[in-house]
T-cell receptor, first 115, second 113 residues
C-alpha cells in the first residue's frame, strides 16, 4: 500500500530565514506530486506540481520554490521567509500520467509560522 | 484563483440530522471531488463524480452534479458527531491537467451530540 510522509509537522521560523519542507511517497512509482498551501483553515491553493524527476511547474508567483531530486521526494524551499509564508503546507500525490478521474492522497501537513 | 465556492461557509446541526453543502464552479470540468479535513490534519478523499454523472452514493454520502448550472451538492445523512470537519469540493479540468485540482473555500460542519 502507498503512504505519504511530510516533515516536520510544525515549524516556527524567523522572517528572512531559509525553509525546507520535505515530502516522500512510498509504495508507488513516478507519482504526480503537488504542494498546496492552506491559510487560516480554509481553501487550498496549489503552489507547485511535478510529473517526474526534475520537472516542476509553478502555479503562482511567490517566494517559494520546489524541487524533485528523486522519484518519490518533493521538497518545498525558500531562501528568505516572509510573514505571508505562514500557513499549513500540504503535499499530495496521485497516480502518474494525464489524469482520468483519480483522487489525490494527502500527507499530514506542516504547520509553518513565520515570526 | 479558487474556482469552487462552497455554501454555506459554516453549518451547525444536531446529531441525526442531515447536512447539505453546496459547491459552485466556473469552468468546464472532467470530474468534481469532495474531501474532508479534520482540524489540523490532511485531506481525505470522500467521493468523485464524473462530468457525465448526475448522482452518486457512498454509504451515508450522496453527491449530485448539475453541469448546466456548474454546481454540486454533498448530502450527509443521519449525521454523527464524528462527521464534524471541514468539507471541500475540488474540480479537475481533465485533459492534460495532470490531476491538478482547484479547491473551494470549504464548509465547516459542526455536529452536536
Amino acid at each position: 500500500s502507498q503512504t505519504i510522509h511530510q516533515w516536520p509537522a510544525t515549524l516556527v521560523q524567523p522572517v528572512g530565514s531559509p525553509l525546507s519542507l520535505e515530502c516522500t511517497v512510498e509504495g508507488t512509482s513516478n507519482p504526480n506530486l503537488y504542494w498546496y498551501r492552506q491559510a487560516a483553515g480554509r481553501g487550498l491553493q496549489l503552489l507547485f506540481y511535478s510529473v517526474g524527476i526534475g520537472q516542476i511547474s509553478s502555479e503562482v508567483p511567490q517566494n517559494l520554490s520546489a524541487s524533485r531530486p528523486q522519484d518519490r521526494q518533493f521538497i518545498l524551499s525558500s531562501k528568505k521567509l516572509l510573514l505571508s509564508d505562514s500557513g499549513f503546507y500540504l503535499c499530495a500525490w496521485t497516480f502518474p500520467g494525464p489524469q482520468r478521474n483519480n483522487e489525490q492522497f494527502f500527507g499530514p501537513g506542516t504547520r509553518l509560522t513565520v515570526l | 484563483s479558487q474556482q469552487g465556492e462552497e455554501d454555506p461557509q459554516a453549518l451547525s446541526i444536531q446529531e441525526g440530522e442531515n447536512a447539505t453543502m453546496n459547491c459552485s464552479y466556473k469552468t468546464s470540468i472532467n470530474n468534481l471531488q469532495w474531501y474532508r479535513q479534520n482540524s489540523g490534519r490532511g485531506l481525505v478523499h470522500l467521493i468523485l463524480i464524473r462530468s457525465n454523472e448526475r448522482e452518486k452514493h457512498s454509504g451515508r454520502l450522496r453527491v449530485t452534479l448539475d453541469t448546466s448550472k456548474k454546481s454540486s451538492s454533498l448530502l450527509i445523512t443521519a449525521s454523527r458527531a464524528a462527521d464534524t470537519a471541514s468539507y471541500f469540493c475540488a474540480t479537475d479540468a481533465g485533459g492534460t491537467s495532470y490531476g491538478k485540482l482547484t479547491f473551494g473555500q470549504g464548509t465547516i460542519l459542526t455536529v452536536h451530540p
